[in-house]
């Protein structure tokens, strides 16, 4: 257990709609990470936060926002879903923002969009 | 788009057989950092190489890496069935903030 948590384990939803994944980063922890992995694009970064505020962007769609708020839990909101949106969601967390440090990964969240 | 890029694909060992993964990586890197992902799960954490190191052990891991070939190993001695996992390495990058996975090696370990 690493002691990241996200929520729902399990999403399906339809094309066109909206969803938000939540992610409890590590007791003392600063840093989270939001991650898509499907089949064929592997593990591919999207966003960091830091302590409340955008840190750094990866691959992350228009279509797709994150939040960090006060208490460090994050939230992923994804909309206007597509069939190629169906993945699996982690989220990570970090003590803080260096590049030395370990990310600690959440369980993801696994996303069917139909 | 992906920075790691491992090899093999796919692996598959008896037991008590030593495994062996490799890491290329194409940009100046900070460190290197190897996960472990069952199937399905989340990943969890194995090793941390920087990038002023050239070889790293914890338990039954030794990683290797040779920041001119840009390159890493990662060997898994004596292995288990429990090993039985897809195997990751992350790059963090000098001149990016996001950490950059490969596409992964699946590592079958047969009992």
């Known amino acids: 257990d690493s002691g990241v948590t996200q929520t729902p384990k399990h999403l399906i939803t339809a094309t066109g709609q909206r969803v938000t994944l939540r992610c409890s980063p590590r007791?003392?922890?600063?840093?989270v990470y939001w991650y898509q992995q499907s089949l064929d694009q592997g593990l591919q970064f999207l966003i960091q936060?830091?302590?409340?505020?955008?840190?750094a962007k990866g691959n992350i769609l228009e279509r797709f926002s994150a939040q960090q708020f006060p208490d460090l839990h994050s939230e992923l909101n994804l909309s206007s879903l597509e069939l190629g949106d169906s993945a699996l969601y982690f989220c990570?967390?970090?003590?803080?923002?260096?590049?030395?440090?370990?990310?600690?990964f959440g369980p993801g969240t696994r996303l069917l969009v139909l | 788009s992906q920075q790691g890029e491992e090899d093999p694909q796919a692996l598959s060992i008896q037991e008590g057989e030593n495994a062996t993964m490799n890491c290329s990586y194409k940009?100046?890197?900070?460190?290197l950092q190897w996960y472990r992902q069952n199937s399905g799960r989340g990943l969890v954490h194995l090793i941390l190489?920087?990038?002023?190191?050239r070889e790293k052990h914890s338990g039954r891991l030794r990683v290797t890496l040779d920041t001119s070939k840009k390159s890493s190993s990662l060997l898994i001695t004596a292995s288990r069935a429990a090993d039985t996992a897809s195997y990751f390495c992350a790059t963090d990058g000098k001149s990016n903030n996001d950490m950059r996975f490969g596409a992964g090696t699946r590592l079958t370990v047969k009992p």
């Open positions: 190489i920087r990038s002023n190191e």
């Open positions: 007791s003392g922890d600063l840093s």
């Open positions: 936060y830091y302590n409340g505020e955008e840190r």
């Open positions: 940009t100046s890197i900070n460190n």
């Open positions: 990570a967390s970090s003590a803080t923002d260096r590049d030395e440090e370990t990310q600690y």
